[in-house]
Structure formats: C-alpha cells, structure tokens
C-alpha cells in the first residue's frame, strides 16, 4: 500500500499556492490554517500569500510551520537501539498523536456535511477514534515500558514486551485494512471539496506512517533484543 510521499516545494512556490491545494497535499497543513481561520474549504482557491495579507498573518512564519510538516518516512542508517528508538519517538509517536485528532475532526465534518452522498464513508470518524484510541495505548506501553528496558540493555526481559507489542501491531495492520475499505484506499470521489480530499490524504500519509513505523521496530529494532532463531538439527 503505496502513496505518494509528500514533495518538498520551494517556500516561493508555496506561497504562491493556492491555500486549498495545500491542504490537500500537505497532511498536517488543515491544522495550521484552521489554528491560523485560513479557509482552506470555500476560500480554497486564494494563494497563501494573499490569504496571510488578508490576515495580517506573517507569510514567514506559516510557511515555515508548513515546512515542518514535510517529514521524512526514511529510517536511520544506524544499528543504534538508542538512535532508532530517538527517531520513532520524533518521527512516528509525536506525529501520530498530531494526526488522529484533525482526522478525526475533519472526518466528522465530511460525515456530517455530506451525510446524504452515497460516497460518504459512514462510520469513519469512529473508526479512527477506535484506531487513536489502541495506538495511544500501544505507544504508552512502548514509552514506558519498552523503550527503557531497551535502553538499558535488558535483553531476556525484553521478549515477553516485544511478543505483545508485535501481536498489536497485527492488530494495527487489521485497523488499517478497515480503514483502506471505508475510504476506497484513500480515493476521495469526484468532486469531493476541499476537506474531504485534505482528510483522504491525511488517511494516506497516517496509513503509510503506521506501515514503516511497524516495520522500523519489527524488522529493525526488535530483532536485536530477541533471540537469534535455532538452526535447525540434522539427523546424523
């Protein structure tokens, strides 16, 4: 399940953009111009620059806030438990807790606005609760149970966290497939405003978030706390 990763555009570019493109591009950029009144829905067609004007908004300083938002999904070049745990703190634990609460207001809004549309995905802002609701729980159980045993070295006592936070991670993958199908893989329908085409790609770039964030410590960090798997015995 592949998306197309967010494009680093030119701060000249971008202000020059037209508000509601941004929203949808850029997932994250909802947040800012809701916090900022910047509509992004109707209002949609002004660039960012004339929005701010408007606003007596300083264009620096959004522009600079949106640039925040284009983050990088690839893993540290590193065997560092320490690194690799630093950067799914940062990159994936903070990031998660910024985007399930816009999603979850914006899907609200798409249910209630277009509640009549034989498009609109019922049920979706319950399931992205339900989904913020076990993810929270997860990370809490990695902040503060795993990560620091981890960090302290303690292999043998590490593998009985470790099978219970793989298990969960099963169960996020079932959570994400559900998601996929209410949204028709992130495929907002034709003529879908604004908002609607801004949650949609939130949805995606949270789907292919929570897919390399499992794979980092399944397949990366993980591995170097449990035991390395038997050879198995040849009959003489």
């Known amino acids: 399940m592949n998306h197309t990763p967010t494009v680093a555009i030119p701060t000249t570019d971008r202000a020059q953009q037209a508000i509601g493109q941004i929203a949808v591009d850029l997932p994250g950029a909802t947040a800012v111009f809701r916090r900022l009144k910047l509509d992004f829905c109707c209002g949609g067609q002004v660039p960012l620059k004339q929005a701010c004007d408007s606003k007596g908004l300083p264009l620096d300083a ?5 640039v ?7 893993p540290p070049v590193t065997e560092s438990p320490e690194v690799m745990i630093d950067h799914i703190l940062v990159r994936y634990h ?3 807790r910024e985007q399930l609460p816009e999603l979850i207001r914006m899907a609200r809004r798409v249910e209630a606005v277009h509640r009549e549309s034989p498009d609109v995905p019922h049920g979706l802002a319950e399931h992205l609760e339900a989904m913020e609701d076990e993810l929270l729980d997860h990370m809490d159980k990695e902040e503060q149970i795993l990560f620091p045993m981890l960090q302290a070295g303690s292999q043998p006592q ?3 966290p470790i099978h219970v936070l793989r298990e969960e ?3 996020h993958g079932l959570m994400l497939e559900r998601l996929m199908a209410l949204t028709g893989d992130a495929t907002p329908p034709r003529g879908a405003c604004n ?3 801004a949650l949609y790609a939130g949805i995606a770039q949270l789907s292919d978030d929570l897919i390399n964030h499992i794979h980092l410590e399944n397949n990366l960090l993980f591995p170097l706390f449990e035991p390395a798997p038997q050879a ?3 009959a003489a």
């Not at 959004?62 to 949106?66: F, I, M, S």
């Not at 925040?68 to 690839?74: F, M, Q, Y």
Request: aromatic residues 4%.
């Open 232 to 234: 198995p015995q040849v």
């Open 169 to 171: 991670h099963n169960g």
């Open 68 to 74: 925040s938002l284009e983050r990088s999904s690839e």
């Open 94 to 96: 903070a990031v998660h």
């Open 62 to 66: 959004v522009l600079a806030e949106l």
């Open 195 to 197: 908002t609607w085409r």
């Open 158 to 160: 590490a593998s009985g």
